[in-house]
């Protein structure tokens, strides 16, 4: 069965540089949720989008943007990068808000 | 606002051993929705067990447990004779769901557990 898809599954940025994460729900399923793991820490929610609008909104800093598109997938936009962004970012997606379930997720370091 | 806390940070088994993981939430919703993921060492969530409010009624799964209290608000999770293989992080987790469907998912910290051989 087709899961989420994460890319890229590893990044390296340096500070003050910018990065974009992309997130392909499981086909036919029209809500992403993003979250952020940092190191030793729980998952952290930071927005969500039903049907290409932002549904709920956790601690998501200003720094970041994110979107759904026409097709669904979603893009987490994170610029003026800090080394506390350094994290884990999984994405997870629903079929109308019903359970979720997790992609890969992708790691991000922030030298 | 919700709350889970998993008060146990690390436990340290040997293999066969069972082993409890406990999960105490609040919240003041009233249908909710309670899940136990692992996640290891290579830092997927694997998805274990999804539980509602309504559903008080414990569940077995191969050597899995998990025992639901809505009278203590607690989601307790039993590994009967451990394998080295369960050595993870098992985070237990809490969605409200409201006419709109689930909302997001609140994680407790999570407990590690190491299981020697």
């Known amino acids: 069965a087709a899961g989420v898809i994460q890319s890229p599954r590893h990044l390296i940025k340096e500070k003050r540089e910018t990065a974009t994460l992309k997130c392909y729900p499981i086909?036919?399923?029209?809500?992403v949720y993003w979250y952020q793991q940092g190191p030793g820490q729980d998952p952290q929610f930071l927005i969500s989008?039903?049907?290409?609008?932002?549904?709920d909104k956790g601690s998501i800093p200003d720094r970041f943007s994110a979107q759904q598109f026409s097709d669904y997938h979603s893009e987490l936009n994170m610029s003026s990068l800090e080394l506390g962004d350094s994290a884990l970012y999984f994405c997870?997606?629903?079929?109308?808000?019903?359970?979720?379930?997790f992609g890969p997720g992708t790691r991000l370091t922030v030298l | 606002a919700q709350k889970v806390t998993q008060a146990q940070t690390e436990i340290s088994v040997v293999e066969k051993e069972d082993v409890t993981l406990d999960c105490v939430y609040e919240t003041r919703d009233t249908t909710y929705y309670l899940f136990w993921y692992k996640q290891p060492p290579s830092g997927e969530l694997v998805f274990l067990i999804r539980r509602n409010s309504f559903d008080e009624q414990n569940e077995i799964s191969g050597r899995y447990s998990w025992n639901f209290q809505k009278s203590t608000s607690s989601f307790n999770f039993t590994i009967t004779a451990s394998q080295v293989v369960d050595s993870a992080v098992y985070f237990c987790?809490?969605?409200?769901?409201?006419?709109?469907?689930?909302?997001?998912?609140?994680f407790g910290t999570g407990t590690r557990l190491l299981v020697s051989p």
């Open positions: 987790a809490l969605s409200a769901a409201l006419n709109t469907g689930f909302q997001k998912l609140v």
């Open positions: 997870a997606s629903s079929l109308r808000r019903d359970e979720q379930f």
């Open positions: 086909p036919r399923h029209d809500t």
């Open positions: 989008f039903y049907e290409k609008m932002q549904s």
